[in-house]
Every structure is written in C-alpha cells, then in structure tokens.
C-alpha cells in the first residue's frame, strides 16, 4: 500500500499545468479544501496561482462557497473574496450552472474541488455543469484530480433517472469507487452532458496513488465532515437525512452518531444545537437517544443496519420518511422494502445486476490501478 506522505494532489504537480496557463485568463472552480502541501504547509491553490502571475479573472465556488462556511442546502451568493479581492461566482445560488456571461472572457478553466466519493455530495454535480457551460462555450477544462477517501468500494443502488437531481445526477451507485478526474472521463464518455457534447478536457493525475491507497483529508470538504470517520460514515448514514433521524447535525459528531427523542431504549444521547454547518439542526434541543459510532472500524460497504435499526425502533412508521427519500437512494424500492420489513441480504441482491453493471462500465475509465 502506497503511504500517505507520498500521495499528492494534481495541485502539487505544478510542473504540469502552469505553463499550460500563461498568458491566458483562468477561471478556477474551488473551495476550502483546494490545497496541497508545501514545505509543510498547506497552500490554496488560488494563493498559488496569484504567486506566479497567473491571470485568475474569477473564482467559481460550489455548495457551502469558496471558503467553506455556509449549510448544506443553504444558497451561497455571488460576491468578492475579502483576502484576494477576486469576484466569486456562486454555483450554488441562483444558478448551479455557469452563466454564459460568467464565462466571457476566459480562456481555460480550472477545477479542483475535494470530492469523498459518494453519489449525493453535490460537487459531481458541479463537475456536470462545469463541463457542460465549458463544452458549450468551447473553454477547455483541466480537472487537478485528487485522492477519493471513499475508493476501496463499490456498493449500494444505482441511481434511477426518474430520480435525478442535484444530489444524484447521473447513473451510479452510491460508492462508486472513482477520482473526480475518472469520474469526468466518465461523463464525457458516456454522452452524459445536455445534449451529448463534450467537454475539451485534461486531467492532471495524483501523484503515488492507486485505489487501495488509504487517503486521509487534510482539510474537511464541507462543514459537516469534520474529520475521516464521518467521511467513512457518510455513504451510509446520509441514508437517513430524509428521515426523522438525526445524524448529529448541530453537534460535533456529525455523520458519527444517529438518534431521535423516542430511542429511549438506548443509553447513548445527544441534544442537536445551532453550530458551524448547521444554523437550524434537527431536533434542535431535545435530547436524542441512539448510537455512537465514532469508535467503529471504517465500512467495507453500505451499511444498511442503522437504517433498519432506525426504522425498526421507531414508534410511527407512516412519520418515518420525510421528503426526498427516493432522491438519495436513489430507487424507489429500498423504501418499499424497508416498509415490507424485507432482509437485508434480499435488499442486497436487489441491487447487485445494476451494481455489476456499473463496474464493467466503471473500468473503461480508470486513471490508477
């Protein structure tokens, strides 16, 4: 297994890509997390590029902004940035796609945004939209590509269609075990984008990395994954957001404990308060009982049995599902099954054609062993 200190970023291949911007105008889609290491320090990708000259004209930021700091779900507005006066575009406001006229101008794009490797984490989304206002306008793309923390698996239901969304545009299982620099060949290839044009892409490969390596994020990627446990969690508990479950929003633990006010059967308990990441959290200042999971080995898999436990011990059935359930599985029968009480082996193999299917498809793509 390949260590961790010698796994880089694309960011940190600076050899490959800078050249490749001189004397032109670069756009640059990033957040918090585009950075990489430098005698021991973490450097922004931005700082860099203004370091060397580059002619960054605008900054393009996805869900929670180009600093990191807003809600899940909470709009993110157009604005400057306070440390490099650039102007930030919002593709999370009122408009998740780059207008035609935000692109004006700009020669090449840059993308590079810390993905964790599951189908609901909004930045695949920003990736599609990237490539296709690129594709359309003919500014060619470089996607910095980075370790995916979540790529040792390949689990969970493929996405139906009928239930596309911003949290689930495209195809894939949950866990679909792919870089972000993959995953864009993958859209390219497949015809995915509007239309089926095509995006002018260039993908700068991590450094010492395969799929087996373990990767730990230096920086967390959005406000509610603080640390590589909830990272690890996350596939798998996100599960029961569009429920009445809390997953520890507005605590410190979150996508590490579950609970809800009626699990009183359980010792372990949290009360949910307004905090960084979640101004108005679930629950908010009742106790919930349920489970820690902060200690647990990291899955292999899906874990289905805190969504069966969850149901199970809840009083209320018909109150159990809130909106949005289907859009996050991603089919419409895992809820069924859930209701009908089906095993979990069977909700498995329920799966396992589509699942297979997209493991043959996922091959013609890789970039690393």
């Given amino acids: 297994m390949t260590s961790v200190a010698q796994v880089q970023p694309a960011t940190a291949n600076t050899a490959a890509y800078l050249p490749k911007l001189q004397g032109k105008k670069i756009g640059v889609v990033a957040h918090q997390a585009s950075v990489f290491k430098e005698s021991g320090k973490q450097k922004h990708l931005v700082d860099l590029l203004l370091e060397n000259k580059i002619n960054l004209?605008?900054?393009?930021?996805?869900?929670?902004?180009?600093?990191?700091?807003?809600?899940?779900?909470?709009?993110?507005?157009?604005?400057?940035?306070?440390?490099?006066?650039?102007?930030?575009?919002?593709?999370?406001?009122?408009?998740?796609?780059?207008?035609?006229?935000?692109?004006?101008?700009?020669?090449?794009?840059?993308?590079?945004?810390?993905?964790?490797?599951?189908?609901?984490?909004?930045?695949?989304?920003?990736?599609?939209?990237?490539?296709?206002?690129?594709?359309?306008?003919?500014?060619?793309?470089?996607?910095?590509?980075?370790?995916?923390?979540?790529?040792?698996?390949?689990?969970?239901?493929?996405?139906?269609?009928?239930?596309?969304?911003?949290?689930?545009?495209?195809?894939?299982?949950?866990?679909?075990?792919?870089?972000?620099?993959?995953?864009?060949?993958?859209?390219?290839?497949?015809?995915?984008?509007?239309?089926?044009?095509?995006?002018?892409?260039?993908?700068?490969?991590?450094?010492?990395?395969?799929?087996?390596?373990?990767?730990?994020?230096?920086?967390?990627?959005?406000?509610?994954?603080?640390?590589?446990?909830?990272?690890?969690?996350?596939?798998?508990?996100?599960?029961?957001?569009?429920?009445?479950?809390?997953?520890?929003?507005?605590?410190?633990?979150?996508?590490?404990?579950?609970?809800?006010?009626?699990?009183?059967?359980?010792?372990?308990?949290?009360?949910?308060?307004?905090?960084?990441?979640s101004k108005n959290p679930k629950h908010k200042g009742e106790v919930c009982y349920g489970k820690d999971l902060t200690q647990i080995e990291k899955p292999k898999r899906i874990e289905l049995q805190w969504l069966l436990d969850a149901y199970s011990n809840f009083p209320d059935k018909d109150t159990f599902f809130l909106k949005g359930f289907e859009r996050i599985s991603g089919v419409s029968n895992l809820k069924k099954q859930l209701i009908k009480v089906t095993p979990e082996p069977e909700i498995r193999k329920s799966w396992s054609e589509e699942l297979n299917k997209f493991k043959r498809l996922r091959s013609k793509y890789l970039i690393y062993p």
């Avoid at 690129?134 to 996405?159: F, K, M, S, W």
């Avoid at 060949?185 to 509007?194: Q, R």
């Avoid at 799929?211 to 640390?227: E, G």
């Fill in 57 to 277: 004209v605008g900054v393009f930021a996805p869900e929670h902004g180009f600093r990191g700091t807003t809600d899940a779900g909470e709009k993110v507005a157009d604005g400057k940035d306070p440390k490099t006066q650039l102007p930030i575009f919002s593709l999370y406001g009122k408009n998740r796609k780059p207008a035609a006229t935000q692109l004006k101008g700009i020669d090449l794009m840059l993308f590079d945004l810390q993905d964790v490797g599951v189908r609901f984490f909004t930045y695949l989304s920003t990736l599609h939209y990237v490539m296709e206002a690129c594709a359309e306008q003919g500014i060619p793309l470089i996607v910095l590509d980075r370790p995916n923390p979540n790529t040792h698996y390949i689990d969970g239901p493929v996405l139906n269609l009928k239930h596309q969304s911003f949290v689930g545009m495209h195809p894939v299982p949950i866990v679909y075990g792919m870089t972000i620099g993959e995953y864009a060949k993958m859209i390219n290839g497949e015809g995915w984008l509007k239309g089926g044009i095509r995006c002018k892409l260039d993908i700068i490969p991590i450094q010492n990395y395969t799929h087996n390596t373990a990767y730990k994020l230096p920086i967390r990627p959005s406000p509610n994954l603080p640390n590589a446990q909830a990272v690890a969690l996350y596939p798998s508990l996100c599960l029961l957001e569009p429920t009445v479950v809390s997953v520890g929003r507005g605590t410190n633990q979150q996508f590490q404990i579950y609970g809800h006010p009626s699990f009183t059967k359980y010792q372990f308990s949290f009360t949910p308060q307004p905090n960084f990441g």
